[in-house]
């Protein structure tokens, strides 16, 4: 069976980056993901970039978008505002998330007239409108997170209060996910838990990234990637490579959906879904 897809994305800078973007979205849009999620900075700049690409998503309606929502830098006032305009343009799709301070500079505080923390901030959504709502879970635990118990209890909360799906921090080892599945199954959680997974682009900037992240890098995957920064049509086939292994372990666990974070990046996305039978729809029909 081939497995339903998504894609994330950040939002652009102008001028050629955001020409990239286009091009990206172009080349994915053809494998018809359930959705293009595209995140959302905390400050003001960052989230009226991010609202300007995500409307302009929708106008092109080549994909189901969606749109982050954090609980940072904002009053309830202007979340909520923001989420019904985002209805009346004819977004249906919210990914909730507690977000984090700026630059990870310091421990998350809420704003002290906003929402207190991802699972109020889904309660809200669902009082302003019928949206298809995503939320974060952590196979390896958030970082803030004291334990699993209590971050597997933070997920429930999410999915109490009208989460319809979770979207996972990516992972490499998927024995990580399928015993996160199994302990979320025991706590009662039934809604579908997607796997995010991350084409290696940069090993280096992956690994320092995930040490930030609490993203657990494996010493067989250190070792395969050791001294390819600098050859990267080979680096590009091990990244392949290795992103498809894993989600084809995974489907043999009878996981049927993925969410692939780009990096606004579309070869080893394209390659990945290829190799899992994810074809373009113009190919299909030839």
């Known amino acids: 069976m081939t497995p339903s897809i998504s894609f994330e994305f950040f939002p ?12 990206v979205v172009e080349r994915l849009a053809p494998l018809e993901p359930a959705f293009f999620s595209l995140t959302f900075g905390a400050g003001g700049t960052a989230r009226s970039r991010g609202d300007r690409v995500l409307r302009a998503l929708l106008a092109r309606g080549q994909a189901d978008a969606a749109g982050h929502l954090t609980c940072v830098g904002a009053t309830r006032t202007e979340i909520d505002a923001l989420a019904r305009n985002w209805a009346k343009a004819g ?4 990914v909730a998330l507690r977000g984090d301070m700026p630059g990870l500079s310091e421990p998350y505080a809420p704003h002290p007239e906003g929402y207190r923390n991802a699972a109020d901030l889904v ?5 302003i409108a019928e ?7 952590y196979p390896e635990c958030h970082p803030d997170s004291p ?12 999915f109490d209060a009208g989460a319809d799906r ?3 921090q990516y992972f490499f080892d998927a024995e990580q996910f399928l015993r996160f599945r199994e302990r979320a199954t025991k706590a009662g959680i039934q809604a579908p838990i997607v796997p995010g997974i991350l084409p290696i682009t940069d090993f280096a900037k992956i ?15 250190a070792e395969r990637f050791e001294g390819l920064n600098e050859d990267p049509e080979t680096h590009a086939m091990v990244a392949a490579t290795t992103a498809c292994d894993l989600c084809r372990r995974l489907l043999a666990e009878g996981v049927t959906a993925f969410h692939f974070y780009t990096l606004n990046r579309a070869p080893l996305s394209i390659a990945i879904c290829r190799m899992l039978g994810a074809l373009p729809a113009l190919e299909e029909a030839a």
């Open 91 to 94: 977004l249906h799709r919210v």
């Open 131 to 137: 949206f298809d709502i995503s939320v974060a879970a």
């Open 207 to 221: 690994r320092t990234f995930s040490a930030r992240c609490g993203a657990t890098i494996p010493n067989w995957l």
């Open 123 to 127: 309660a809200g959504l669902r009082r």
């Open 12 to 23: 652009p800078a102008p001028g050629k980056a955001e020409t990239r973007f286009w091009d």
């Open 147 to 158: 334990n699993l118990a209590y971050d597997l209890d933070n997920l429930k909360r999410k």
């Open 166 to 168: 979770a979207l996972t």
